[in-house]
């Protein structure tokens, strides 16, 4: 690692770093022993219970019985493993394509698929559309539509941890279509100004939903602007979680050693479409969904694995199994709950509820209690 | 005529924009290879190729600042920003910059240009998919702003402002995009009617969507976009019960049809103003006043408004949340009934 204290500019490679190629094959083997065993299975169980949610749950959708979601395949390596990269102080603005932050961090299932259902007991009460989870206890921080802006706020976070005393670092993740957005940029200046122990993680997934990446800049790889703004840059290979780990891990320490902030590239593909409302096949071509498949991070590290006689079809079976029924489980559950209160429209907007937020409260209730309302309550 | 969705009508009006003018360009996010995501471009860029349908990079304030540029210099900029949730990074450039230019530069500036952009809710959209922020723009002097709440209506006021030479902000009722309510579509409805040459509707101008019958109390309703078609039908429902409602589709937000308001106003003497956005300093209290100042010797009732909470826009409680006919209707009672 270079040094943040002299003339020179903190280092920017663009070489990606990859601990395991395609095929399984181990290319630094010292980085692999640094992970126990027991680990890295665990990784894999879920990253491929992961990609079992994120299909079941659009079938759900596709059914009417979710009214939107959002997917990770494909992309489940750049949420799992800076889950698993950094450590329990640390705090962590996620876009709306991390399901493994949660999950890894231990946010309940259950929560988190009330979320998807937006039920009572959803987090956050069924105000935000699916997959806008939020989840305090593991200091992950509610995620927002609009994109980009958790990328300021970020490094926000990075500084008061820093001011504090606080061994903390702060990362935030977005695709490489946001790094258009000023937002990005007045993060990463503002970071690298204030030394703040931030990891800005972008996820190159090549679409931004149908916006290819030579549409978002002439740029060759956004890892190049960290020089730009005097902060770290690195380029990784998105579907190798080993290198995602790895990586994160160098950020974390480069920034609790006080040298501030990193930009990390993670170079990806978005297997699937952007969302429930969105159809790829108008913009781009089959073979190169297919050509993607291939690179898979999960592919990858079950080769390893099985190599090491640490997984099977069987094991590959199992986790299948007890994934789907443990998601379908979970959405019947939520399913079956109530709506949220209708106070929960009122609460919340600010710490104590005005007095002319009561009344359309009461207001609203007595519409409801007329009969005539639109809305029938669950 | 043909029949034609909200959708369809604008894509009309931009490929007949396009076709005779080469200087119009469409600019925006996924506006091109993909159409847009709600498919209000689809074809232009195969028709007119990628220099004058752009599919820009992610940033609004970009779209916006860029075309303001393209405007400055002589080209007419036609900017799709996907969600009027998502125009906030653009904000900036449209209150400061373009609202100003003809103004601070003394007129040396005008910057004729249009943003287009689908507003309210309706679609399970949640927060950031829902909202409408048409006082935020109204608010801010030299920014034309219409609402159309029909097919024939978004056609003719996107040509309008396309030929307007000012900056226009047509915002894009998407809850209607494809049929006055759910389910059913504009085919079966007589406003899906739209010419296919080119045409304007004045910007500027009300339309009456519902006219007097001279049975019952009358009542005056103001509204536009998406609620237009919640108050016709609670205009229905209120014809049964003695009420006779004008329905005054403004069309136009800003400028407004001082006129047709005052007129309907000054008539019935009842009037109750609609719309989604929150009440707090709503267009509708601007209505209100408006109708205040102008009609106080009329009215038989106090303005009434209805209107969406004061409060973010939620996600499952999204139908508690919207006005829909029962509260229009029980405004229309109040009002009628007020003695
Ligand atoms: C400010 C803003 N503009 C537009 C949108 C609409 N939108 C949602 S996701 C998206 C593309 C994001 O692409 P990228 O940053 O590459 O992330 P990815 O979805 O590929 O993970 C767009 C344009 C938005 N959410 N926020």
Known sequence: MSDNLGTTAPHVSVEPVSVMAPDGTVLDQDFVDTIPEADLVALYEAMLAQRVYDDRMIKMQRQGRLGFYLACTGEEACSYGPAYALQAQDWFYPAYREPGIALWRGMPFQAWIDNMVGNCDDPVKGRQMPVHWTARAQNIVSISSPVGTQIPQCVGSAYAAKLRGDDAVSICFFGEGTSSEGDFHVGLNFAGVWKAPAIFFCRNNGYAISTPYEKTTAAKHIALRAHGYGIRGVVVDGNDILAVIKVVREAAEWGRAGHGATLIEAKTYRIAAHSTSDDPTSYRTREEEAHWGERCPLKRLRAYLETKGLWDEAREQACITASSERVISALGVAEGKPHPDLDTVFDDVFAERPAHLQAQYSELKAHLASGQSAYKPK | MAKMNIIQAVNDALHLAMKSDDNVVVLGEDVGKFGGVFRATVGLQAEFGEDRVIDTPLAEAGIIGAAIGMALYGVKAVAEIQFSDFIFPAYDQIVNELAKYRYRSGGEYPCPMVIRTPVGGGIRGGHYHSQSPESLFVHHAGLVVVAPSNPYDAKGLLLAAIDSPDPVMVLEPKRIYRGPDHGKNWGSHPKGEVPEAHFTVPIGKAAIARELTGEGTPVTIITYGAMVHTCGKAAEEAAKEGIDVELVDLRSLQPYDLDAIV????????????????????????????????????????VTRVTGYDTPFPYTLEFAYLPDTGRVLKALRDVATYA
Not at chain 2, 271 to 299: K, Q
Request: glycine residues 4%; proline residues 5%; negative net charge.
């Open chain 2, 263 to 302: 007129a309907s106003a000054s008539k019935t003497g009842r009037v109750v103003i609609a719309n989604e956005a929150p009440r707090m300093c709503g267009y509708a209290a601007e209505m209100s006043a408006v109708v205040t100042e102008h009609c106080f010797d009329w009215l038989e009732a106090p």
